[in-house]
């Protein structure tokens, strides 16, 4: 076990506990000399990867000639996009090693189309992209700025990616009060939600894909949901994504991020799978508390990963973030600035909890005028979920992805 002992009053800190350091994968003797053989095998799949980029950008923009960021596309133009990204998905996971992929639970697409769900993943490697536009064309949530970079701006437009501001003390929108976001972002965090409620309600469009989880963790537990993704009482699709291993652990966790591609690159083979669980149509009691509905999603899918649930997500991760602690590039050593950490994650948990008792009070303020506006007009009639988010949602939904 990887402990680091703080010089405060707080327990250690426990890396080795933690969800978001991976030490079970230590670059020993033999991986070493492996890193150097096959270092070639890295060179030429960079250049294929790069090759299928370019290949994908050139469709991407033939698919998009004429079209502005906010329109669906057409016919045409979506057979085009839809080919050509699931191709290139999938040409890239080949060259990367991921030989065979299998999908389990496929019928479940076709009712999560019907029923335009959420689709709802765990989020554990900079690969989870790839493997969800290879199983089903799809969009996601974005930061602004991710538009504007080269090849993979394009390629995020002709997915109509839902683009938002992330603004926030610590870094990003998806924090919650607990981090204190001002009430103009919480605002913004509302139109957020609305605006991927809207996009689902439009068949014109892909479905919409989230990781509520909001960053990447080890894969051996599921961290906490942000109830982003569950406001509007929108049927959800679960789907689970493990990497089995033996060497190396493709999970991306705190550690250096040219060393951890280094050694995806030079791994002659890496396996994955997919499960797609049956879509997880709300009751209403779902539809009317979305951090119960985000619970009983995580329930299912940490049921089915079989791993253990932790009350651990972005705000404990960011903490490790500011302070710089991370696995150093031997796989092992913790290094960073962890005298603080055990007191920071101390008063995210007493803040968190603030937050919940703040959200609690409010739903109950909330119910009784709820429950009259929506009383059924007769016997055996229910009203379907509100178009919007309800009073109480000022969560922002989860980004797709953590950034690099």
């Given at each position: 076990?990887?402990?680091?002992?703080?010089?405060?009053?707080?327990?250690?800190?426990?890396?080795?506990?933690?969800?978001?350091?991976?030490?079970?994968?230590?670059?020993?003797?033999?991986?070493?000399?492996?890193?150097?053989?096959?270092?070639?095998?890295?060179?030429?799949?960079?250049?294929?990867?790069?090759?299928?980029?370019?290949?994908?950008?050139?469709?991407?923009?033939?698919?998009?000639?004429?079209?502005?960021?906010?329109?669906?596309?057409?016919?045409?133009?979506?057979?085009?996009?839809?080919?050509?990204?699931?191709?290139?998905?999938?040409?890239?996971?080949?060259?990367?090693?991921?030989?065979?992929?299998?999908?389990?639970?496929?019928?479940?697409?076709?009712?999560?189309?019907?029923?335009?769900?959420?689709?709802?993943?765990?989020?554990?490697?900079?690969?989870?992209?790839?493997?969800?536009?290879?199983?089903?064309?799809?969009?996601?949530?974005?930061?602004?700025?991710?538009?504007?970079?080269?090849?993979?701006?394009?390629?995020?437009?002709?997915?109509?990616?839902?683009?938002?501001?992330?603004?926030?003390?610590?870094?990003?929108?998806?924090?919650?009060?607990?981090?204190?976001?001002?009430?103009g972002v919480k605002s913004q965090s509302t139109g957020n939600i609305q605006r991927i409620n809207d996009r689902l309600r439009d068949p014109r469009f892909p479905l919409v894909w989230l990781a509520p989880e909001g960053t990447t963790s080890s894969g051996s537990q599921l961290l906490r949901f942000k109830p982003g993704a569950f406001v509007g009482g929108n049927p959800v699709l679960p789907v689970v994504l493990t990497f089995p291993y033996q060497r190396f652990n493709i999970a991306f966790t705190e550690t250096i991020m040219w060393m951890h591609a280094l050694r995806l690159l030079t791994q002659v083979l890496n396996y994955a799978e997919i499960a797609c669980l049956p879509v997880?149509?709300?009751?209403?009691?779902?539809?009317?508390?979305?951090?119960?509905?985000?619970?009983?999603?995580?329930?299912?899918?940490?049921?089915?990963?079989?791993?253990?649930?932790?009350?651990?997500?972005?705000?404990?991760?960011?903490?490790?973030?500011?302070?710089?602690?991370?696995?150093?590039?031997?796989?092992?050593?913790?290094?960073?600035?962890?005298?603080?950490?055990?007191?920071?994650?101390?008063?995210?948990?007493?803040?968190?909890?603030?937050?919940?008792?703040?959200?609690?009070?409010?739903?109950?303020?909330?119910?009784?005028?709820?429950?009259?506006?929506?009383?059924?007009?007769?016997?055996?009639?229910?009203?379907?979920?509100?178009?919007?988010?309800?009073?109480?949602?000022?969560?922002?939904?989860?980004?797709?992805?953590?950034?690099?």
């Amino acid at each position: 076990m990887t402990k680091v002992r703080p010089s405060c009053e707080e327990p250690p800190f426990d890396a080795g506990a933690s969800p978001f350091f991976e030490t079970g994968s230590p670059l020993v003797w033999s991986e070493r000399v492996k890193l150097v053989l096959l270092l070639p095998l890295a060179v030429i799949r960079v250049i294929l990867l790069l090759e299928i980029g370019m290949v994908a950008l050139i469709f991407s923009r033939v698919a998009m000639l004429g079209l502005g960021d906010e329109e669906p596309l057409g016919s045409w133009r979506r057979a085009l996009a839809q080919n050509c990204i699931r191709a290139s998905a999938r040409g890239a996971l080949f060259v990367l090693g991921f030989w065979h992929i299998p999908v389990s639970g496929k019928e479940n697409l076709k009712e999560a189309e019907r029923l335009r769900a959420v689709v709802v993943i765990n989020h554990v490697s900079y690969l989870d992209g790839f493997l969800i536009e290879y199983l089903i064309f799809s969009s996601g949530v974005a930061k602004a700025s991710v538009a504007k970079i080269p090849i993979i701006g394009t390629l995020t437009r002709v997915l109509r990616m839902i683009f938002v501001e992330r603004r926030s003390t610590l870094g990003g929108p998806a924090f919650d009060s607990a981090t204190k976001i001002g009430k103009g972002v919480k605002s913004q965090s509302t139109g957020n939600i609305q605006r991927i409620n809207d996009r689902l309600r439009d068949p014109r469009f892909p479905l919409v894909w989230l990781a509520p989880e909001g960053t990447t963790s080890s894969g051996s537990q599921l961290l906490r949901f942000k109830p982003g993704a569950f406001v509007g009482g929108n049927p959800v699709l679960p789907v689970v994504l493990t990497f089995p291993y033996q060497r190396f652990n493709i999970a991306f966790t705190e550690t250096i991020m040219w060393m951890h591609a280094l050694r995806l690159l030079t791994q002659v083979l890496n396996y994955a799978e997919i499960a797609c669980l049956p879509v997880h149509v709300p009751d209403k009691a779902e539809a009317a508390d979305p951090a119960e509905f985000a619970e009983n999603v995580r329930r299912r899918m940490a049921e089915h990963m079989r791993v253990p649930l932790v009350d651990q997500g972005l705000e404990e991760f960011a903490v490790l973030l500011k302070n710089r602690v991370h696995v150093a590039w031997d796989g092992r050593t913790v290094k960073g600035s962890v005298d603080k950490v055990p007191e920071q994650l101390a008063q995210v948990k007493l803040d968190l909890s603030r937050a919940r008792a703040e959200a609690a009070s409010c739903r109950a303020e909330a119910a009784p005028a709820g429950a009259a506006d929506n009383a059924p007009a007769s016997a055996g009639e229910a009203d379907p979920p509100p178009p919007g988010p309800p009073p109480c949602a000022e969560e922002d939904p989860p980004a797709p992805g953590r950034k690099f």
